[in-house]
């Protein structure tokens, strides 16, 4: 599975991106998909995650509220959208998939439940 990460940049302090993932190699509604991050000096955080067909989502703490995890099966794409971004979300964003289609609310925050990762998308929040 490869998975290309993109839609990161340099944003304010109150502004919004979203950023996209693209998959490749595997039927794409059999895997769960995640966003983690990683900012400098810090362990990878998870952000948000959603099951193979769509009907299921988690948040992680600092994106409840504000970030959107989506996706469209069609498209063999998972999408994040982030508002009301804050410096501290600052961070390199990483799409992961799961080589299943289910969530466990016990696991889901693990990276080590991810199988594939993808490159990363640097995120830039300005104050």
């Known amino acids: 599975v490869q998975l290309q990460a993109s839609g990161g940049g340099l944003v304010q302090a109150g502004g919004s991106l979203r950023l996209s993932c693209a998959a490749s190699?595997?039927?794409?509604?059999?895997?769960?998909m995640g966003w983690f991050r990683q900012a400098p000096g810090k362990e990878r955080e998870f952000v948000a995650a959603?099951?193979?067909?769509?009907?299921?989502?988690y948040y992680g703490d600092s994106a409840k509220g504000r970030f959107i995890i989506s996706r469209d099966n069609a498209k063999n794409s998972v999408y994040l959208q982030m508002n009301s971004l804050k410096p501290e979300d600052t961070a390199v964003y990483y799409c992961?998939?799961?080589?299943?289609?289910?969530?466990?609310?016990?696991?889901?925050?693990?990276?080590?439940?991810?199988?594939?990762w993808g490159q990363g998308t640097l995120v830039t929040v300005s104050s």
């Open positions: 190699g595997r039927t794409f509604s059999n895997s769960a």
């Open positions: 959603i099951s193979g067909s769509g009907r299921v989502t």
């Open positions: 992961a998939a799961r080589v299943i289609a289910t969530l466990l609310s016990g696991t889901v925050d693990r990276p080590s439940e991810y199988a594939y």
